[in-house]
């Protein structure tokens, strides 16, 4: 069976292949390999990868330039901020005016009403696109402060459990930031650092800053005697720059902090004087604070005037962070839900639309870097995505010889899960009904 014509299947053993391709140099991590081989102007170098059980065997730079691949090789991408137990629930909780605040109203009326079967919908549909799509990975934060949070962790360890060969979870429990100071947001917690997932919490304007202050140092004490790292929905706002943040910083100056935080959005940043923002993103890094910026979220929710354009986006400063040395991850964060009504768990729609919003660009190291290795390293994935002997083959080709057709074509991918080219998931009849009732 023939999957591509650049593809040359290896009959034993199973899990095995070879293919030509154009592959990003930067992502190559072993450049003796490929020495000599030719770069154009994208960045991209024509390469022929061998995999055997699974594994890549074998990386060879191609020196003949008159056969240049027809195909870009790219690792599975991991996700690293996504919402998959709202996903796709806009139909029944939207937000036409397209506010931070209207967002927040339909989306606790929509989990106080969310039952079991809205949630699988929700959670099923997500990682079967994702999958399909060429996702290894999700880090998906989870409403967890109702009646059914621990009904809802009861189903998502079911459903990590059964994705567990296809992709890798990692949840957040994401709650207000003052109900880890509860008996009950104890024990959520205990579960959820059992589990081996993290802590979460939302710090936005309007704040009082000593109450926040005692609520964030309790749960950086909390995280910590529970090995548990953090990741945090902080300064998504247009006002207030870095507020969130730099009562974070406080807190980290009076506490000794071993585990990972994760500041998710970090969005009022942006607007703050260049001077500033360095200087926070020095003691960030310091801190070794991670940061995952989405671009796509905040461009749609902050700063809407009726009739009035936002001269000025509140956007994470990406280039100035990894300047300091801060690893940047970039999100797809809501699907079809009252906080985005776009996006569709794609990795390479992620970067075509993300990219001309952030500057950033696929053939500059540190714009390709936030879709790819920063993400892996965020969920301490074993593998960094970058290609070498012994990586695993989890690939996506797609049918395009340049970053920018691939980007603004659409075009045809195919994608590798352990050496083995990927059909559509079958539904279960039991998925079937469920998708042909809610689509």
Same mark, same amino acid.
């Given at each position: 069976?023939?999957?591509?014509?650049?593809?040359?299947?290896?009959?034993?053993?199973?899990?095995?292949?070879?293919?030509?391709?154009?592959?990003?140099?930067?992502?190559?991590?072993?450049?003796?390999?490929?020495?000599?081989?030719?770069?154009?102007?994208?960045?991209?170098?024509?390469?022929?990868?061998?995999?055997?059980?699974?594994?890549?065997?074998?990386?060879?730079?191609?020196?003949?330039?008159?056969?240049?691949?027809?195909?870009?090789?790219?690792?599975?991408?991991?996700?690293?901020?996504?919402?998959?137990?709202?996903?796709?629930?806009?139909?029944?909780?939207?937000?036409?005016?397209?506010?931070?605040?209207?967002?927040?109203?339909?989306?606790?009326?929509?989990?106080?009403?969310?039952?079991?079967?809205?949630?699988?919908?929700?959670?099923?549909?997500?990682?079967?696109?994702?999958?399909?799509?060429?996702?290894?990975? !999700?880090?998906? *934060? &989870? =409403?967890?402060?109702?009646?059914?949070?621990?009904?809802?962790?009861? /189903? @998502?360890?079911? $459903?990590?459990?059964?994705?567990?060969?296809?992709?890798?979870?990692?949840?957040?429990?994401?709650?207000?930031?003052?109900?880890?100071?509860?008996?009950?947001?104890?024990?959520?917690?205990?579960?959820?650092?059992?589990?081996?997932?993290?802590?979460?919490?939302?710090?936005?304007?309007?704040?009082?800053?000593?109450?926040?202050?005692?609520?964030?140092?309790?749960?950086?004490?909390?995280?910590?005697?529970?090995?548990?790292? !953090?990741?945090? *929905? &902080? =300064?998504?706002?247009?006002?207030?720059?870095?507020?969130?943040?730099? /009562? @974070?910083?406080? $807190?980290?100056?009076?506490?000794?902090?071993?585990?990972?935080?994760?500041?998710?959005?970090?969005?009022?940043?942006?607007?703050?004087?260049?001077?500033?923002?360095?200087?926070?993103?020095?003691?960030?890094?310091?801190?070794?604070?991670?940061?995952?910026?989405?671009?796509?979220?905040?461009?749609?929710?902050?700063?809407?005037?009726?009739?009035?354009?936002?001269?000025?986006?509140?956007?994470?400063?990406?280039?100035?962070?990894?300047?300091?040395?801060?690893?940047?991850?970039?999100?797809?964060?809501?699907?079809?839900?009252?906080?985005?009504?776009?996006?569709?768990?794609?990795?390479?729609?992620?970067?075509?639309?993300?990219?001309?919003?952030?500057?950033?660009?696929?053939?500059?190291?540190?714009?390709?870097?936030?879709?790819?290795?920063?993400?892996?390293?965020?969920?301490?994935?074993?593998?960094?995505?970058?290609?070498?002997?012994?990586?695993?083959?989890?690939?996506?080709?797609?049918?395009?010889?340049?970053?920018?057709?691939?980007?603004?074509?659409?075009?045809?991918?195919?994608?590798?899960?352990?050496?083995?080219?990927?059909?559509?998931?079958?539904?279960?009849?039991?998925?079937?009904?469920?998708?042909?009732?809610?689509?």
């Amino acid at each position: 069976m023939n999957f591509a014509k650049n593809v040359e299947l290896i009959a034993s053993p199973p899990k095995s292949g070879r293919v030509d391709v154009l592959v990003p140099r930067c992502l190559i991590g072993n450049g003796k390999d490929v020495l000599g081989t030719s770069i154009d102007q994208e960045g991209l170098s024509s390469i022929q990868i061998e995999w055997r059980d699974g594994t890549i065997t074998s990386i060879k730079g191609l020196k003949e330039t008159s056969k240049v691949p027809e195909e870009i090789l790219l690792p599975r991408f991991a996700e690293p901020h996504a919402h998959i137990d709202k996903a796709f629930s806009w139909s029944r909780s939207s937000n036409l005016k397209g506010t931070y605040q209207e967002a927040l109203a339909a989306n606790l009326s929509e989990y106080e009403l969310r039952s079991k079967d809205e949630l699988i919908f929700s959670v099923e549909k997500s990682l079967n696109l994702a999958l399909v799509n060429g996702i290894r990975a !999700i880090r998906s *934060h &989870i =409403d967890s402060f109702g009646k059914t949070a621990m009904r809802d962790w009861d /189903l @998502l360890e079911d $459903v990590r459990k059964k994705w567990q060969e296809k992709i890798f979870l990692q949840f957040v429990a994401l709650v207000p930031l003052d109900f880890w100071q509860t008996d009950e947001g104890d024990l959520l917690a205990q579960r959820v650092a059992s589990n081996g997932d993290l802590l979460g919490g939302v710090i936005a304007p309007p704040f009082n800053k000593r109450k926040t202050f005692k609520s964030l140092l309790h749960l950086v004490q909390l995280a910590n005697r529970l090995n548990c790292d !953090i990741d945090l *929905h &902080i =300064d998504e706002s247009q006002s207030c720059s870095a507020g969130g943040l730099k /009562l @974070l910083l406080e $807190v980290l100056d009076q506490v000794k902090n071993e585990i990972s935080i994760t500041c998710s959005h970090l969005s009022s940043m942006g607007l703050l004087k260049e001077k500033a923002i360095s200087h926070l993103a020095k003691k960030m890094a310091k801190n070794k604070l991670k940061v995952v910026a989405l671009p796509l979220t905040n461009s749609w929710l902050l700063g809407r005037k009726d009739r009035s354009t936002l001269i000025k986006r509140p956007l994470a400063p990406i280039f100035q962070l990894q300047k300091a040395g801060v690893v940047v991850s970039v999100g797809g964060d809501n699907v079809n839900d009252a906080w985005f009504p776009l996006s569709n768990f794609d990795p390479i729609n992620l970067m075509a639309f993300s990219m001309p919003i952030a500057h950033l660009s696929p053939w500059d190291r540190l714009g390709l870097s936030p879709f790819t290795w920063s993400p892996a390293d965020l969920l301490s994935l074993k593998w960094d995505g970058l290609f070498q002997k012994g990586s695993p083959a989890d690939f996506i080709l797609l049918d395009s010889n340049s970053w920018v057709k691939a980007l603004s074509d659409r075009p045809k991918r195919r994608v590798v899960v352990n050496g083995e080219f990927l059909n559509e998931l079958p539904k279960t009849k039991n998925q079937h009904s469920q998708m042909m009732s809610h689509d």
